[in-house]
């Protein structure tokens, strides 16, 4: 009987590598978040080491409040821009980052930062004293607005001037101008003071300021500041000796003419509050004629017969209004201008400190009366 192998050669096992499955990538890790304006800020971020075997195509950045984001696409570390922020908001962020596969969790939280406020502001300088005597109108009190982009964390200086005092019948023959107010970068000048004349051709022209005191018999008014204000009226010759109005914001004074006294410049309207500033002192007259009246925003009236000279309404940089001796004595005064102001607004709620705060067709206002400060909530 023949041999027959009965040994089978043994079956080979075959061996199939396994290919890694590809996930989505892992965090990156957070840098630093910047408030770059009003609505927009970046944040930097380093990328993960491990993409999930499936190369990173996008990065997004999250805000916290309100999700927000921002993307970059490209597979390495880099900065992220975030645009549509709200302004004056204190924010942080996160970063992910995506692949083919799907998007990875959140980094951690950064460091948190607040957007920047546009503010809109008023500044109204003091009103300028008026004289007597003959006495022409104080000018008013310089008026500017303008706005600025500022940190809610900021402290920024306010100051408020007072009005010039009126003064009477005497030398010298002019009144003293009212006070410069600030804020930021904008400087108001104080209102230009009045000129009284007197016997014997002893007068002088009103003064230069914000806006140009009135002038007071036979002397000219003073020249206002372009973008502050307007000059002061000329007075008229004897025919009730009437004076020159001071200028005002909105306009200058008025002249005096042969029995009226030059009526203050107008004063300006500001919207936010819905109110005029910086209105022009009226000039005086002799008893029996027509006073010059102040000018719309606190401008005050002159006067004649040996009554004092109207006040400028304080908190409005308005003029005084000029008053008439029945003498050569003094003793009766001009009135004096009135104090400035500053008013600050922005849109929304609250996020400074300062002033009398109130609200007005979704603005936040702070009213300063006075020197203060505008400081972080």
């Known amino acids: 009987m023949p041999f027959v192998n009965t040994l089978r050669s043994s079956t080979s096992v075959s061996f199939r590598s396994k290919k890694r499955r590809a996930t989505v990538p892992d965090a990156p890790t957070i840098g630093t978040a910047t408030a770059t304006g009003t609505t927009t800020a970046t944040v930097s971020f380093t990328a993960p080491a491990n993409n999930g075997g499936s190369a990173i195509t996008s990065y997004t950045a999250i805000s916290s409040p309100g999700g927000i984001t921002g993307t970059l696409s490209q597979s390495g570390s880099g900065t992220i821009t ?12 996160t970063v992910t980052a995506t692949n083919g596969i799907g998007t990875s969790n959140a980094s951690g939280s950064s460091n948190s930062i607040t957007t920047s ?7 109204v300088a003091g009103g300028g004293g008026a004289a007597s005597g003959t ?42 101008n009212g006070s410069d107010s600030s804020f930021l970068s904008i400087t108001s000048t104080g209102g230009g003071g009045s000129s009284a004349g007197q016997n014997g051709g002893n007068y002088s022209n009103g003064a230069y300021g914000g ?9 000219s008014g003073g020249p206002g500041i372009p973008g502050q204000g307007n ?4 007075a008229s010759v004897p025919g009730g000796y009437p004076a020159g109005g001071g200028g005002g914001a909105g306009s200058a004074g008025s002249s005096g003419s042969p029995g009226v006294g030059g009526a203050g410049g107008s004063g300006s309207y500001y919207p936010v509050t ?15 004629n027509t006073q010059g009246s102040g000018g719309v925003g606190g401008g005050g009236s002159g006067q004649g017969g040996g009554t004092p000279g109207t006040s400028g309404t304080p908190n409005t940089g308005g003029g005084g209004g000029g008053a008439r001796n029945v003498s050569n004595s003094g003793g009766v005064f ?14 929304g709620s609250q996020k400074f400190t300062g002033g009398s705060v109130s609200s007005s067709g979704g603005n936040t206002i702070h009213t300063f009366t006075g020197g203060g400060t505008l400081s972080p909530l």
């Open 274 to 288: 819905g109110s005029y500033y910086a209105g022009g002192g009226g000039g005086s007259v002799d008893a029996g």
């Open 334 to 347: 001009g009135g004096s201008g009135g104090s400035g102001v500053v008013i600050i607004s922005y849109a």
């Open 82 to 93: 975030v645009s549509g922020l709200s302004e004056g908001t204190t924010y942080t962020f």
């Open 231 to 234: 000059n002061g009226g000329n």
């Open 117 to 123: 406020v546009t503010v809109n502001f008023l500044v």
């Open 135 to 176: 006495g022409g109108g104080g000018g008013a009190g310089g008026y500017r607005t303008s706005s600025a982009v500022i940190a809610p964390n900021s402290s920024n200086s306010v100051t408020v001037g007072g009005g010039g005092p009126g003064t009477t019948y005497g030398y010298p023959s002019s009144a003293p």
């Open 211 to 219: 806006s140009g005191g009135g002038g007071g018999y036979e002397a």
